[in-house]
């Protein structure tokens, strides 16, 4: 047996608020809407990955999403004009990614990154 695909599913009232944090300004394609869902992602192949932490590193509280991106300078600046407050960053950190933290509509601290 093995995993073939992770999803992560967030509660929600406010489905239509994922477009624009999700698809607008992070660029995820629209995968399944079924008006009660709507699924997110690329039909690129992605990684499957889990990760367990005690805190986010650097002392920052553990994020509930990490999204990595191609552009974190864009992508920090298409947040900021959405008006999505910034709660860390960007930064570089000392493993090796630069990195900021933004809360989705729904709360969800997202962890947004590139490797340098």
């Keep these: 047996m093995k995993v073939n695909r992770i999803v992560t599913n967030i509660h929600t009232h406010e489905i239509a608020e994922a477009k624009r944090f999700y698809q607008d300004i992070l660029g995820l394609e629209l995968l399944m809407d079924h008006g009660w869902i709507a699924t997110y992602g690329s039909e690129e192949t992605m990684q499957i990955q889990l990760s ?19 552009d974190v300078e864009e992508a920090y ?23 900021f933290y933004v809360r989705d509509p729904f709360g969800r601290l997202v962890n947004i990154l590139t490797h340098m």
């Excluded at 932490?53 to 999403?65: I, K, N, W, Y």
């Excluded at 407050?85 to 960007?90: A, C, F």
């Design 77 to 99: 600046e298409r947040m900021k004009k959405a008006g999505f407050h910034i709660e860390y960053g960007p930064v570089d950190e000392p493993w090796g990614v630069r990195r």
């Design 52 to 70: 367990f932490a005690a805190e986010g590193g650097s002392g920052t509280p553990t994020p509930d999403l990490s999204i990595e991106v191609d």
